[in-house]
């Protein structure tokens, strides 16, 4: 398993927008993402 840095660092600028400034819809994309999970 290959865990790009860059991306864990996307994940947890997200989370801590939602849970910091109560934003709900926020998103991140990225390669890690299937079609199907960029679409939503």
């Known amino acids: ?3 790009s840095p ?3 660092l996307m ?3 997200v989370q801590a ?3 910091d ?3 709900r819809k926020v998103a991140y ?3 890690e993402l299937s079609l ?3 679409k939503e």
């Open 21 to 23: 400034r109560g934003f």
């Open 29 to 31: 994309l990225n390669s």
């Open 6 to 8: 860059l991306i864990a």
């Open 1 to 3: 398993m290959v865990i």
């Open 36 to 38: 199907v999970d960029a």
């Open 11 to 13: 994940k947890d600028q």
């Open 17 to 19: 927008i939602v849970r």
